[in-house]
């Protein structure tokens, strides 16, 4: 009995070594990353890793996972303040989208950079991700990939979150989906917005004005509802070409998705952001309300046991390896 209870006490030990060294080594990445030196220094550090360990004792991804997606954040430029707020919306998202944390960190980071968003603007950002993806055929991280592209040419043209996100959802019903998506919406946008001389000929004869009498661009909705409007009376062959001369060839499949989807199907989608507030929180839920859930939820909770105790026996065990 002595020799099983000593064996098995062994193996714990030897199991919580391992899970705090795993943790130790992605926070000091973060800390790394981050620059945290000095007394100031570790009291964020600690903080960091008091959040990361408050995730992993409480969802689904370890302390060890939070803590490689703190890195991420620290990569993105956030605070330590703004790191340990994102945390656990960042948290959420991974679970409604079913995806790696530390993926889902750099992609809506990355993303929201590209959108010009701050930390603030988070966590409307990530409801309307996970609306896109509840109403449209496409993954949340698809549309993360999409916005990737086509986020900052959005954003230049005027162009609201809501209508990105309604676009990119259309485009993805039609099998535009992903970075091929964000590609093919960049480019429309772009052949709209920056027309060459044929194109912008094209446009005055079927009387299109993309920007207002002040020189701002119109919701792409309603400059592309008129052009379909235009567009609809004509033979197959004029409008070929009055498409042709306004858009690239290679970008005519999610032209005609977005040309369609004026028919209501864009209005709609809009319509579904309005109604957005939650529903990153409501997919994580859901995803999680189950025995693999739960189960998932038990094994970081382990996890983050394994680390404690592994936390209070590595002086120990650092001083024994250092000496030998």
């Given at each position: 009995?002595?020799?099983?209870?000593?064996?098995?006490?062994?193996?714990?030990?030897?199991?919580?070594?391992?899970?705090?060294?795993?943790?130790?080594?992605?926070?000091?990445?973060?800390?790394?990353?981050?620059?945290?030196?000095?007394?100031?220094?570790?009291?964020?550090?600690?903080?960091?890793?008091?959040?990361?360990?408050?995730?992993?004792?409480?969802?689904?991804?370890?302390?060890?996972?939070?803590?490689?997606?703190?890195?991420?954040?620290?990569?993105?430029?956030?605070?330590?303040?703004?790191?340990?707020?994102?945390?656990?919306?960042?948290?959420?998202?991974?679970?409604?989208?079913?995806?790696?944390?530390?993926?889902?960190?750099?992609?809506?980071?990355?993303?929201?950079?590209?959108?010009?968003?701050?930390?603030?603007?988070?966590?409307?950002?990530?409801?309307?991700?996970?609306?896109?993806?509840?109403?449209?055929?496409?993954?949340?991280?698809?549309?993360?990939?999409?916005v990737l592209v086509a986020g900052g040419?959005?954003?230049?043209?005027?162009?609201?979150?809501?209508?990105?996100?309604?676009?990119?959802?259309?485009?993805?019903?039609?099998?535009?989906?992903?970075?091929?998506?964000g590609t093919k919406l960049r480019n429309?946008?772009?052949?709209?917005?920056?027309?060459?001389?044929?194109?912008?000929?094209?446009?005055?004869?079927?009387?299109?004005?993309?920007?207002?009498?002040?020189?701002?661009?119109?919701?792409?909705?309603?400059?592309?509802?008129?052009?379909?409007?235009?567009?609809?009376?004509?033979?197959?062959?004029?409008?070929?070409?009055?498409?042709?001369?306004?858009?690239?060839?290679?970008?005519?499949?999610?032209?005609?998705?977005?040309?369609?989807?004026?028919?209501?199907?864009?209005?709609?989608?809009?319509?579904?952001?309005?109604?957005?507030?939650?529903?990153?929180?409501?997919?994580?839920?859901?995803?999680?309300?189950?025995l693999a859930g739960s189960l998932r939820?038990?094994?970081?909770?382990?996890?983050?046991?394994?680390?404690?105790?592994?936390?209070?026996?590595?002086?120990?065990?650092?001083?024994?390896?250092?000496?030998?």
């Amino acid at each position: 009995i002595a020799a099983a209870f000593t064996g098995a006490a062994v193996a714990i030990g030897t199991k919580s070594l391992s899970e705090f060294a795993t943790f130790e080594d992605s926070m000091k990445q973060v800390q790394a990353t981050m620059g945290l030196v000095g007394e100031d220094g570790q009291r964020a550090f600690d903080q960091l890793a008091a959040a990361a360990k408050e995730a992993g004792s409480t969802t689904r991804f370890s302390a060890s996972e939070s803590a490689q997606a703190l890195n991420y954040l620290a990569l993105a430029g956030y605070s330590v303040e703004d790191s340990v707020a994102a945390l656990p919306k960042v948290l959420n998202l991974a679970a409604a989208g079913g995806m790696d944390l530390a993926l889902t960190s750099d992609l809506v980071t990355d993303s929201m950079s590209a959108l010009g968003l701050g930390v603030d603007d988070m966590g409307w950002y990530m409801d309307k991700m996970a609306r896109t993806s509840q109403r449209s055929n496409t993954s949340v991280q698809q549309l993360g990939e999409a916005v990737l592209v086509a986020g900052g040419t959005m954003k230049n043209a005027g162009q609201s979150v809501d209508m990105m996100n309604a676009m990119l959802g259309v485009l993805a019903d039609n099998g535009i989906k992903g970075a091929e998506g964000g590609t093919k919406l960049r480019n429309i946008v772009m052949s709209l917005t920056s027309p060459t001389g044929s194109a912008a000929g094209a446009l005055e004869e079927l009387g299109i004005s993309v920007a207002d009498a002040d020189g701002n661009i119109r919701d792409m909705d309603v400059v592309l509802g008129e052009l379909n409007n235009e567009l609809s009376g004509m033979s197959e062959a004029a409008r070929g070409n009055y498409l042709n001369a306004i858009f690239n060839k290679q970008d005519m499949a999610g032209v005609n998705a977005l040309l369609e989807g004026t028919n209501g199907g864009l209005a709609n989608l809009v319509d579904e952001m309005g109604k957005a507030e939650g529903a990153a929180d409501a997919m994580a839920a859901t995803m999680e309300d189950s025995l693999a859930g739960s189960l998932r939820s038990m094994k970081s909770a382990i996890s983050g046991a394994f680390i404690d105790l592994g936390e209070t026996i590595a002086p120990f065990a650092r001083e024994f390896v250092e000496g030998f």
